[in-house]
């Protein structure tokens, strides 16, 4: 790579795109802030890409990819990153599936060597994938241990009848207890091919002979077909859905849920918006994170009002149209329905009044402040980056910002108008047995 | 395009060559440290990377100087301050951090409350500023005593209704017995029901002093402006009784005597907790760093060390299992942990009580203790990527006296650590005749 691209690397932002022949497509940003350097590897496949009687498949894969490879046999993988001084994980969520490695930078060779190679020879072992079958349910049982989560789980189910995102991305235990071998490694080999993945490296190298290496790591694997096409859409909500949830705690819980448009929708940066003014700017980090939401809507309408403990809007990119969401934790003898109506009184009025100047401000402010502390971190600059390729494509991410800025007061009452209403809503209720 | 704010690369620096060389470059060279006249340790580590400044600091107000009867009165505190303060009352606080998409905490502890700010570097005045406010010149509104209780009351109904919460907050309980680490910092319902608008003011007025406080700032920041901001803020807080030393603020730890059994069934539960452990060292004790060597070997190295490798990739009966040294001020214990299905409690605690033993028994191999020393020494650069990672970490070494070289004598001391320290730590400490266990979940009879 010559002076000139470099120079143009650095006019667009700092990140550098390739595509290697096998389909493999290659995202850099060199950052010398740290001597350090993050990997990181999408696959464009999870829970949207499974069909009933294998869902949870995509994250049981993710499991298997760290219980070895002929290179890397159980345990080797893990001890090698560990020993060179790096963090590593896997992650599964709807739209992706993603590996990562974090190291000081001298090592990062490393995280290319054991990503190409799983990328192809992960062994799925017999006795491995039994034993990871058992993990995994752990996995789901503790999560089972949480109402919340249990009434997110049903209220998902419910508000979507025939997309895939109506399954949780872990599985259904049923599911979990049946599926077996073949059809995970079936999975592995549709889905983990160089053209359908994405590689991402930020940190302290020069993106030319990162170039090469990656060539040298993943080139010689070979090109897949093309994967499976998900073709299922939701069709329109035309009725409201209710579930209740009952249970031993005795925290009452809430949760409503509107169908919303996709990442690349034109409305989906008036919601982003809209998201932060009720609740506050969300954190760009691996782990969540955010703005403190006490000067916003919907704290003051439910948490200083003594409805509720807590409260938050929450709204995410993704491939295929999902949900924006509302969930509260519900203050002592408080009912559900004045809950309920507080938060609807918070959507009509933005449905009826243009929100103010200082608010469209205040949320893009916070919005270039989370921007600024996630971009301390190569790990989170990688995860980013990567997501967005993953539900997107990097304009999507280069105008980010630009497109936020650009939301209008009209365009936020209008997206209000359009995506709330009480026959396209999803409420669930977690209240405690009697 | 570029739309995305841009960050400002230093050039050819210190920093950089430092970092080519191996050798951390936070310490003495770096790190600006001096003391107000009103006692207060202020710790600067300018790092231009991003516009972005991290506080994070201290004081001399923590739980064991609660009153009996009143657990839970320090955080309580803490978090009152944030809802008036004599320049901010709290909807100006909320519009003035929140519209500069700042952030700021304050938490009790046990033997301190600690603060801490995140902002934008054009904002860091305003924060410091209304920081100082806070900690210094709190109201206490009626009103808000109130609310900010019956949040607490739920969170705390959260709290006994996390299989998590329960087992550790239960472990601690029966570990500690009468000591004051017992209590859980956050309080119990019955205790935070208790506290009266006076204990806040009297627990503030009391422990919120300079004294002994410390305040570190990480960020793109010059020493003598920080250090400067900081005075004017901070500088005319009126010192206090002069605190006695923290080690003395406290009984000595005992602790149990003997195996103590217990598990807390919880109904609607799927999955137990199990708490595990035994009362080790302090923070300052000479083992520190062979009992962090073991530890990294017992349960946390790779997939968590051997106790991973154990129960969860051998036997597939936990999604986590790992262990942890929980050292203090005072002793504080080894834990390890696991979550699993109420059918496989006692495999799982016969195969973690089988790691400890084995552990103190039989030395570790060259490979496990190289490979765990790599490790510790080797993942440092990541710890010391962000302002936050920096922040916390300088903190951490002001408040236990460590040495601002100690980054850079960490390496060598981790190296120095032997097979023979490391089973000596695990045969002494790692008890499987005197050990506490708990776990929390559903009845294993399905009941």
């Known amino acids: 790579m010559g002076a000139e691209s470099r120079e143009r690397a650095r006019e667009n932002g700092g990140v550098q795109k390739t595509c290697l022949d096998n389909g493999l497509q290659v995202i850099l940003k060199e950052s010398h802030l740290a001597p350090v350097a993050s990997f990181w590897i999408y696959y464009q496949v999870g829970s949207r890409n499974e069909a009933p009687g294998v869902t949870g498949i995509s994250h049981w894969v993710e499991h298997m990819l760290f219980k070895g490879t002929e290179k890397y046999p159980q345990g080797a993988f893990d001890k090698a990153v560990a020993r060179a001084g790096g963090a590593f994980n896997g992650m599964t969520w709807q739209d992706w599936t993603t590996y990562f490695e974090t190291f000081p930078a001298e090592r990062i060779e490393l995280a290319l060597d054991v990503e190409s190679d799983r990328m192809a020879n992960a062994i799925f072992d017999a006795e491995e994938t039994e034993s990871e079958r058992t993990v995994i349910i752990s996995e789901r049982e503790g999560s089972e241990n949480s109402y919340r989560w249990l009434l997110n789980t049903e209220m998902q189910a419910a508000a979507f009848q025939t997309h895939p995102y109506r399954h949780p991305v872990i599985g259904w235990k049923q599911d979990l207890l049946t599926m077996g071998r073949a059809e995970l490694y079936e999975h592995y080999r549709t889905f983990y091919t160089p053209n359908n993945a994405v590689a991402v490296a930020v940190g302290s190298f020069d993106w030319g002979e990162m170039v090469d290496r990656i060539e040298q790591y993943f080139g010689g694997l070979e090109k897949g077909p093309t994967v499976p096409v998900m073709r299922l859409q939701e069709p329109e909500q035309r009725a409201e859905r209710r579930i209740v949830l009952r249970g031993a705690d005795q925290t009452s819980y809430i949760g409503l849920a509107f169908h919303a448009p996709a990442a690349q929708h034109k409305d989906f940066f008036p919601l982003t918006v809209l998201d932060s003014i009720l609740s506050g700017a969300k954190g760009m980090g691996l782990f969540g994170g955010g703005s403190s939401n006490r000067s916003n809507r919907l704290y003051r309408a439910l948490v200083d009002k003594e409805l509720t403990v807590g409260v938050t809007s929450s709204f995410m990119p993704t491939i295929d149209p999902y949900l924006f969401g509302f969930s509260a934790t519900l203050a002592h003898d408080v009912t559900h329905q004045e809950v309920e109506d507080a938060i609807w009184a918070e959507i009509e009025r933005v449905q009826k009044e243009a929100v103010s100047a200082e608010e469209l401000d205040k949320a893009i402010k916070q919005t270039k402040a989370q921007f600024a502390y996630s971009s301390e971190s190569v790990t989170n600059q990688a995860y980013w980056l990567g997501f967005s390729e993953m539900i997107a494509d990097s304009e999507w991410f280069e105008g980010w910002l630009e497109n936020l800025e650009a939301v209008t007061a009209d365009d936020i009452q209008r997206v209000a108008q359009t995506w709330f209403g009480r026959n396209k809503q999803t409420v669930g209720w977690y209240l405690p047995e009697l | ?447």
């Not at chain 2, 060279?29 to 990377?49: A, C, K, Y």
């Not at chain 2, 190295?301 to 106790?307: D, I």
């Not at chain 2, 552990?359 to 710890?383: C, F, H, K, Q, Y």
Request: hydrophobic share 35%; net charge negative.
């Open chain 2, 1 to 447: 395009m570029n739309r995305i704010p841009s960050l400002h690369v230093p050039g050819p620096s210190v920093i950089a060559r430092a970092a080519q060389s191996g050798r951390p470059t936070v310490g003495p060279e770096t790190i600006h440290r001096v003391q107000t006249t009103n006692g207060i340790t202020v710790l600067v580590r300018p790092n231009p990377s991003a516009p972005v400044v991290m506080l994070e600091g201290c004081l001399r107000a923590g739980s064991v100087s609660e009153p009996p009867g009143l657990t839970g009165l320090a955080s309580f505190t803490a978090s009152l301050l944030s809802r008036g303060s004599a320049n901010y009352d709290f909807d100006r606080y909320n519009e003035a951090v929140e519209s500069v998409g700042a952030s700021i905490s304050v938490g009790g502890g046990s033997h301190t409350t600690n603060f801490g700010s995140e902002s934008l570097v054009e904002d860091f005045p305003l924060i410091v500023e209304i920081l100082a406010d806070i900690l210094q010149r709190p109201t206490f509104p009626a009103e808000h005593i109130e609310r900010v209780r019956g949040q607490w009351l739920v969170r705390l109904q959260e709290r006994e209704q996390s299989t998590r919460s329960v087992s550790y907050r239960r472990f601690n309980e029966m570990i500690y017995g009468d000591h004051p680490y017992a209590l859980p910092t956050s309080g119990y319902i019955e205790t935070i029901r208790e506290i009266s608008r006076d204990d806040a003011v009297s627990f503030h007025r009391d422990h919120y002093h300079p004294n002994q406080a410390i305040i570190v700032v990480s960020g793109d920041v010059d020493p003598e402006g920080a250090v400067a901001l900081l005075e004017s803020h901070f500088g005319g807080w009126r010192s206090g009784a002069e605190p006695p030393p923290p080690a003395d603020t406290i009984p000595p730890v005992t602790g149990a005597n003997g195996i103590q059994r217990k598990s807390f069934p919880m109904p609607g539960k799927v999955q137990s907790d199990v708490v595990i452990g035994c009362l080790a060292i302090a923070r300052n004790h000479p083992d520190y760093h062979a009992v962090q060597v073991a530890n990294n070997i017992l349960g946390q190295f790779g997939m968590m060390g051997r106790l991973g490798e154990n129960v969860r990739e051998r036997q597939g009966l936990a999604y986590y299992s790992y262990s942890a040294l929980d050292a203090d001020i005072g002793v504080g214990p080894w834990v390890a942990f696991a979550g699993v299905n109420p059918q496989n409690v006692d495999q799982a605690v016969d195969s973690i009580l089988n790691e400890f033993e084995r552990l103190g028994n039989e030395p570790v191999s060259d490979e496990e203790l190289s490979d765990s020393i790599a490790n510790m020494t080797g993942t440092l650069p990541l710890r010391l990527e962000t302002n936050d990672g920096v922040a916390s970490i300088l903190l951490n070494m002001e408040w236990y006296g460590l040495g601002l070289d100690y980054l850079q004598t960490y390496q060598a001391r981790i190296n120095a650590i032997t097979q023979e320290d490391v089973q000596r730590v695990a045969s002494q400490y790692l008890r499987t005749d005197s050990y506490t266990l708990v776990t929390a979940g559903p009845d294993a009879n399905g009941n």
